[in-house]
C-alpha cells in the first residue's frame, strides 16, 4: 500500500520506535497548533481565529506553554480580546445570580464543592469555561482522525502491521483508546488478531519498563554502583510517559528567534 500524505505522520511516528507513537503524535500535534496560534504566521492577527481564541480560551497546561512559547505580545492581544468577552459574560451571570435559601442546618455542614454539578448558574458558567481549550480541541480532533487512520493501516498495509508488531507498544492512555476504537472498527476476526498483537506487545514492554525501572533503583545500592546502567538511565521519564502520557523530560518549547 503506498504511503499517503495523511499516513506518512503514523507511519513516521511508528518508525521513531518511541515508548508511545501516539504520544509522538500528540506531541507534534499540540507543538503546530502553538505556532499555529502564536507563531510567525500570526494567526491571532486573523478575525475568525480570534473569534474562537475569544469563544474557547484555553486551559491551564497551554495558557502555561504559551507564556513559556515567548510571544508576550501575541499573547497580550489573544488574552485582550477574551477578557473583553468574558467581561460581558460575566456581567450576564451576576444579572442572572439567585443564591438557594439557606437551611437552618447549612452552618454546620462541612464545605464540599462539586465542580463538576454546580449549584449556581455561575458555577455551571465557570465549569464551562474551564471545559473548552482551543489547542486542546485542535490536536485531539486530529488526534481522533490518527486513530481511524491506524486501524486502516493495520487493515490494508502489511509494512503498517510489521511496525505495529514490533513497536514498543503505547502509554496506558493510548492502549485504552486502541481498545476501545477497535470494538467499533474491527470486524470479529480482525479484533482476535489485533487484540491478540496489542495485549501481547502492552504486556511485554511494560515489564521491559518495570524491569528497566527496577534496575534503576537497584544502582543506588553501593554494591552496584560499578554495574552498568543497561537501559535503565532514562528510566524515569519513560515509565512516566508510560504511565500517564507525553514526555516529562522535554525541555520548553519555544518561539524560533
Known amino acids: 500500500m503506498k504511503e499517503k500524505i495523511y499516513t506518512i505522520p503514523l507511519m513516521d511516528a511508528f518508525r521513531a520506535q518511541d515508548e508511545c507513537p501516539f504520544c509522538f503524535i ?15 504566521g500570526a494567526s491571532y492577527m486573523e478575525d475568525d481565529v480570534r473569534a474562537e481564541t475569544d469563544k474557547m480560551g484555553f486551559c491551564r497546561t497551554h495558557y502555561k506553554k504559551m507564556f513559556d512559547y515567548g510571544n508576550r505580545l501575541g499573547t497580550g ?37 462539586d465542580s463538576e454539578n454546580p449549584r449556581t448558574n455561575i458555577g455551571a458558567w465557570v465549569k464551562e469555561q474551564t471545559s473548552t481549550c482551543y489547542i486542546c480541541d485542535y490536536y485531539r480532533s486530529t488526534y481522533n482522525r490518527y486513530l481511524d487512520t491506524f486501524f486502516e493501516l493495520y ?22 483508546d486502541l481498545v476501545e476504537t477497535g470494538d467499533t472498527l474491527l470486524s470479529d476476526k480482525e479484533k482476535q488478531s ?26 543506588f545500592d553501593y554494591k552496584n554502583k560499578d554495574a552498568d546502567w543497561k537501559t535503565s538511565k532514562d528510566a524515569i ?10 514526555y516529562p523530560a522535554d525541555p520548553v518549547y519555544k518561539a524560533e528567534k
Open 26 to 40: 500528540e506531541r507534534n500535534l499540540e507543538q503546530h497548533a502553538i505556532d499555529f496560534v502564536l507563531g510567525s
Open 77 to 113: 492581544l489573544i488574552l485582550t480580546t477574551h477578557f473583553k468577552k468574558k467581561n460581558e459574560e460575566l456581567k450576564q451571570q451576576i444579572k442572572m445570580f439567585s443564591p438557594a435559601k439557606a437551611s437552618m442546618l447549612g452552618h454546620f455542614k462541612k464545605t464540599k464543592v
Open 155 to 176: 487493515r490494508k498495509n502489511p509494512e503498517f502491521r510489521e511496525l505495529f508488531q514490533n513497536s514498543k507498544g503505547f502509554c496506558i492512555p493510548h492502549f485504552a
Open 194 to 219: 489485533f487484540y491478540t498483537d496489542l495485549f501481547a506487545l502492552m504486556t511485554e514492554n511494560l515489564q521491559r519498563v518495570t524491569d528497566d525501572l527496577e534496575w534503576f533503583c537497584d544502582k
Open 237 to 246: 521519564q519513560r515509565g512516566m510517559q508510560k504511565a500517564a502520557g507525553g
